[in-house]
């Protein structure tokens, strides 16, 4: 049983159309991100969400938009997708601030063409 | 800005010697250092940590040195065995700060030859 799953794990998508990535946590973890690894590897924090309330938001395009229905859910809503967006997006999840690390699902690569 | 670095992309080792992934950090608030696996296809996975308070944390193989003067600690394999391969990121965060996250390093590709 998966402990962060997130859908769909791949997608290819055409500029300036609007997708959603899905992310669900069964470990009863109280806080969840968004990683952003672009093509120079970076990993990058996006969001984080403690509670269903928005902690961290860091400057990403408002293009791109957090949902959390509850503290099992984040899932990641993009406007007017840019060729730029294209990346491996990583959901996680973590108890608290994450002492003992966060726990990442497998990713979502988003290819804009 | 990039606060947390791993100036090698890539390490090949044989099987059997020691694997020493290096990461170097700015921000002298971090007080809480982790180190992650990750295989293609796959999320990265916690591997282990060390706090600021400590120079040494150990579990198993796996053994992190954290330097503060040097802002630098390394993570040892030893032995290494071929199932290490994989991308190492080195991550860092401040856990007395106002928002906890974690700022990772660019990873190091290890190779573990047979």
């Known amino acids: 049983d998966t402990a962060v799953s997130q859908t769909p794990k791949y997608l290819v998508t055409q500029m300036g159309n609007d997708k959603s990535i899905k992310c669900e946590q069964n470990l009863g973890h109280d806080t969840m991100y968004w990683y952003k690894q672009d093509s120079k590897k970076f990993l990058k924090i996006m969001f984080s969400y403690n509670n269903k309330e928005l902690i961290i938001n860091e400057t990403v395009p408002n293009r791109f938009s957090p949902k959390s229905p509850d503290k099992a859910h984040l899932n990641l809503h993009i406007n007017s997708l840019e060729l730029g967006d294209s990346a491996v997006y990583f959901c996680?999840?973590?108890?608290?601030?994450?002492?003992?690390?966060?726990?990442f699902g497998s990713g979502t690569r988003l290819t804009v063409v | 800005d990039q606060q947390v670095k791993q100036n090698s992309p890539s390490l090949s080792v044989q099987e059997g010697r020691i694997s020493i992934l290096n990461c170097d950090y700015t921000?002298?608030?971090?007080?809480?250092f982790l180190w992650y696996k990750k295989y293609p296809a796959e999320g990265p996975t916690f591997l282990i940590s060390i706090s600021s308070i400590k120079d040494k944390n150990e579990d198993g193989r796996f053994t992190v040195f954290l330097n503060k003067s040097a802002k630098h600690l390394s993570l040892h394999i030893v032995p290494s065995q071929p199932g290490d391969s994989a991308v190492y990121f080195c991550a860092a965060s401040n856990y007395g700060g106002a928002t906890n996250k974690l700022i990772f390093g660019t990873g190091t590709l290890l190779a573990v030859q047979p």
């Open positions: 921000n002298s608030m971090f007080d809480y």
């Open positions: 996680a999840s973590s108890q608290g601030g994450g002492v003992y690390g966060y726990t």
